[in-house]
């Protein structure tokens, strides 16, 4: 427990808290730039098990603020979830870390649904916190939204089924992703600010015994403004009440990622890294491949294959361009 010493003196936190904070289990989904810093400092506050979720390899994009990677990383195309995993094993082997390369679905996280204590909500999109609000009302887990685009981050606290949700908050979720990193960039230096007042809720909601969820903040890094709102449970919301009617299916279909000029799709199967690499050699064509994704380049595209059957396939967000030299390369 020495290296907990510092955080053990703090009077909120105490001998006791800390104690709590190791039985916790606690699901970060997306370990991109909130999701890096946030595990990164959950592994050093001590929280038990740290389940680290991506569906992403590492970029050089990403260096300029997700705070595990490193050059190698990128130059490997490494799974972030592994990547990160191997990243906070080093920081702290007193915890449990565990790491899924896979996209957040319904279908990806159900069988975490009784293990998991909390969610921190470190995606970029709203397709998935969509999903995320809705999975946690159906298994009662609490959780905490954060985004962050240019100089702003909103966050809010929500603990199923008493308090406000994202639709309570927001009524529709945005659909498409302009407001989104990829389009309007982020600056690096808002991001340990967010995860840190993410991880902060994340440690108040567990040990303050009157903490209360429905209040959004609002964040503002180059005019230091920050500001709360209350947020009322909407009695006949889509998204939490008992009339709650959006209901998310398994999101295995061919979406086009915007803004990074990349579409996603499933192979019916897992992938068969040896028939793809036999069919590679066939045709004289170089691949770089790690323990999570094999990726070359094919035509003037580039396909990074995952080893659960996820495919991205850069150079396009046209589904149907997709579609066609998919079915090139795999038939
Ligand atoms: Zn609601």
Request: hydrophobic fraction near 40%; charged fraction near 20%; proline fraction near 3%.
């Amino acid at each position: 427990m020495e290296r907990y010493d510092r955080q053990m003196r703090v009077t909120t936190i105490g001998k006791t808290g800390q104690a709590k904070l190791l039985t916790k289990t606690i699901l970060i989904i997306g370990v991109g730039a909130i999701g890096s810093y946030a595990a990164e400092i959950c592994a050093r506050m001590g929280f038990g098990k740290l389940i680290l979720m991506d569906r992403d390899y590492v970029e050089w994009s990403n260096l300029q603020r997700q705070s595990l990677f490193t050059e190698q990383d990128a130059r490997e195309k490494q799974a972030k979830a592994y990547a990160a995993y191997k990243a906070l094993q080093l920081i702290n082997s007193d915890i449990t870390i565990e790491y899924i390369v896979d996209d957040a679905n319904m279908e990806s996280l159900i069988p975490f649904a009784e293990e998991v204590d909390y969610l921190l909500d470190c995606t970029d999109n709203f397709a998935t916190r969509e999903m995320l609000n809705q999975f946690s009302f159906k298994y009662q887990l609490p959780w905490i939204f954060t985004s962050c685009a240019g100089n702003y981050a909103n966050i809010m606290p929500i603990i199923p089924p008493y308090s406000a949700c994202l639709h309570c908050l927001m009524g529709d979720l945005p659909q498409t992703n302009t407001a989104s990193c990829d389009v309007i960039g982020v600056d690096g230096a808002l991001i340990p600010i967010v995860a840190g007042m993410q991880v902060s809720l994340l440690t108040q909601m567990i040990l303050k015994p009157d903490f209360s969820a429905n209040t959004y903040y609002q964040l503002d890094n180059w005019q230091f403004i920050f500001r709360s709102f209350q947020v009322k449970k909407r009695s006949n919301c889509a998204g939490c009440s008992s009339k709650a009617t959006i209901e998310k299916p398994f999101s295995k279909q061919t979406i086009a990622l915007c803004g990074r000029d990349t579409v996603q799709f499933h192979l019916s199967q897992k992938s068969n890294f040896d028939i793809i690499k036999h069919r590679l050699l066939a045709e004289k064509i170089t691949y770089l491949e790690n323990p999570a994704l094999l990726s070359f380049d094919y035509l003037h595209y580039q396909f990074i294959i995952f080893k659960n059957g996820r495919v991205l396939l850069h150079g396009t967000e046209n589904i149907l361009e997709a579609k066609k030299i998919y079915q090139l390369f795999f038939n």
